[in-house]
């Protein structure tokens, strides 16, 4: 219940994160970078305005403004544009009209111990005949959190505020209009493995859509969005008095687009056509001082007003062969132009660069699923390409303090162009299921960072310079098991196992690739209570990349516990929750946390929530 995005995102097989902090966590799909994924609120293109990432898509929305979070898998992901990871789409919550008025909500207030963290999540909503109204607010202030050895890890505070309003208006039996926002500020937010933190982040998102259902023909909906988001990101170290030179990292990211899609059914065949069109301008500023900070010494663009422009029209179609047998297969082609207004920043390192450049970006996939009685079988493939992200291209000194070096974008980078093949196999009763899934990505023109001869470290906790370039190739491939067990009829038993490898075109291991995982908890209900305990953790992490900054991480195991009670006053249904996270308060980091800042130590937690 108390969950944050994150936290719920967590749960899936193949999403990890990367953690420089308590807040505003990077999410690894299929064991790749954000850069390699789509990431998208209600199919919306979001770009975040921070150089190091503290701000990824799923940091501008919270728990309770979101009806489900919509995870495909390599090129299947490819609907809402060009990935090689796959997609996540953040759906909100959307109420459908009524034949009489309507009127509810809900209300959950918290307590987490460890952090003294408190939260208040609200929602509200209207539905009629005509009209529809969704309303959600949410507040987190959390202090700095303590680790298993009881050490007060410093700058992990945040403060964060969120709201958004949805209205619908029937325009038609078949037909109505809508208008969504989202407003979400950031205060306050420390990164205890960076050397700076965040003063304030801003967002603004925005929609009108139309949608239209047909009774007859083909044709069975129509869905076209307009929308327009815009976000501004203030990183500075004014809280770390250690630092010999002060630095302010200001960000901001505008995009506006298009969504235009349509769904085909007919008999044994269900099939969409999407539009996918956008621009973004991306600027980020890096402002250097003396101890006296009414001088500034230094003044650079990392990201130089770098607009990017997107094309592209995706397809997804599925056909039932037989009762037993069904055929998906689906592609996109999009059109990518990039333009950079100070392209001397990229002259430094790269004479000549053109200020604009054009790339295509094909994909294709398909998929085979056959059930026989109780077991069920996919095989599929996939091919694509994705262009480099404004970083990859563009960036100029953007300092890593994971490896402790300053990375220079290339203009010139070729496509990545990923070849995919997965495969799944289940079994399932009433009692038991189980589950295999497996995928593997060979990688062409694997873009990562490579010393540069050229150049001397900006930063002075730098060791270096990095340029991104293109390797020949990487292989990734990820590998899960899942299965359940109703012990009794109140007694639910859930287990997996996660394993995934990674390597470059010499062999070297891949930086943030997940090691051996698991997890496994009991669920018992029993009227109005239910109660969870689970365990989960990681093997040692002995396959790790030291030329990318990585080391030996060991092994890991944590130990959680909830509780949760339903019941009523006055007409209003209350649920009571109270659970330890952490129950030995294991001092532990993971391969995934920047610069081995080590997790929360035992964590009581509490929460009410009712609804109306």
């Not at 987190?140 to 050895?149: I, P, T």
């Not at 262009?387 to 402790?404: L, T």
């Not at 294991?586 to 081995?596: I, K, L, P, V």
Request: charge should be neutral; hydrophobic fraction near 35%.
């Amino acid at each position: 219940m108390a969950v944050s995005v994150d936290e719920f995102l967590a749960s899936s097989d193949n999403i990890s994160f990367i953690k420089r902090g308590a807040f505003a966590w990077e999410p690894l799909l299929n064991n790749m970078s954000s850069e390699r994924s789509s990431v998208t609120i209600d199919g919306m293109h979001i770009f975040g305005a921070c150089t190091d990432k503290m701000d990824p898509v799923t940091s501008y929305v919270e728990s309770n403004n979101l009806s489900t979070i919509d995870i495909k898998s390599g090129q299947q992901g490819g609907l809402h544009g060009s990935t090689i990871a796959g997609s996540i789409d953040l759906k909100r919550k959307s109420s459908i009209f009524t034949d009489d008025n309507t009127f509810g909500g809900s209300y959950q207030t918290g307590f987490e111990f460890n952090n003294q963290q408190f939260f208040n999540l609200g929602n509200i909503s209207f539905t009629s005949d005509k009209w529809v109204a969704d309303g959600s607010i949410s507040y987190r202030k959390a202090g700095d959190y303590f680790d298993g050895k009881n050490q007060e890890i410093n700058h992990s505070q945040y403060t964060k505020f969120n709201t958004s309003l949805g209205l619908a208006y029937r325009t038609g039996t078949l037909s109505a209009v809508r208008v969504d926002a989202i407003f979400d500020m950031a205060k306050n937010v420390g990164f205890p493995a960076l050397p700076m933190d965040l003063w304030l982040s801003r967002a603004l998102i925005t929609s009108a859509s139309y949608k239209k259902l047909f009774e007859n023909g083909l044709i069975k909906s129509w869905d076209t969005k307009l929308y327009f988001n815009t976000i501004e990101h203030y990183m500075d170290d004014t809280t770390r008095p250690e630092n010999l030179v002060h630095m302010d990292m200001p960000g901001w990211s505008t995009t506006f687009g298009l969504l235009s899609k349509i769904n085909l059914k007919k008999e044994k065949y269900l099939g969409n056509v999407q539009l996918n069109a956008y621009q973004n301008l991306s600027i980020a500023e890096l402002r250097m001082y003396p101890q006296d900070r009414s001088k500034r010494t230094m003044f650079a663009y990392t990201w130089p007003w770098v607009t990017t422009r997107y094309a592209g029209i995706s397809t997804n179609h599925s056909y039932e062969i037989s009762e037993k047998s069904q055929l998906n297969f689906g592609g996109n082609l999009g059109v990518h132009y990039n333009f950079s207004k100070y392209v001397e920043f990229n002259y430094i390192f790269h004479p000549g660069t053109p200020q604009e450049k054009t790339r295509i970006l094909p994909s294709i996939n398909a998929s085979y699923e056959y059930s026989l009685e109780r077991f069920r079988f996919t095989f599929g493939a996939g091919y694509g390409h994705r262009a480099p992200s404004v970083s990859e291209g563009y960036g100029y000194y953007i300092y890593n303090s994971f490896d402790r070096f300053d990375y220079i974008g290339n203009p010139a980078l070729k496509n990545e162009i990923s070849y995919e093949t997965n495969a799944s196999a289940g079994f399932k009763t009433e009692k038991l299921g189980i589950e295999a899934k497996a995928n593997y990505f060979y990688i062409q023109n694997y873009v990562i960072g490579r010393i540069l001869d050229l150049g001397s470290p900006m930063n002075y906790q730098s060791v270096g310079v990095k340029g991104y370039a293109n390797l020949d190739h990487a292989k990734i491939f990820n590998f899960s098991l899942n299965a359940f067990y109703e012990l009794l009829e109140n007694l639910r038993w859930d287990g997996s196992i996660t394993y995934a490898r990674g390597i470059d075109d010499k062999n070297e291991n891949l930086p943030f690739i997940r090691p051996l995982s698991y997890r496994t908890s009991l669920k018992f209900t029993h009227g109005n209570f239910a109660a969870r305990t689970s365990i989960n953790g990681d093997d040692t992490q002995i396959n790790y990349s030291p030329i990318y900054g990585e080391d030996k991480t060991p092994w890991f195991m944590i130990w959680n516990a909830s509780a949760d009670y339903t019941f009523q006053i006055n007409n209003l249904n209350f649920v009571l929750q109270a659970g330890v996270e952490n129950i030995l308060n294991e001092y532990y980091s993971t391969y995934a946390d920047w610069g081995n800042i080590p997790r929360m130590g035992r964590n009581v937690f509490t929460s009410l929530k009712f609804n109306f």
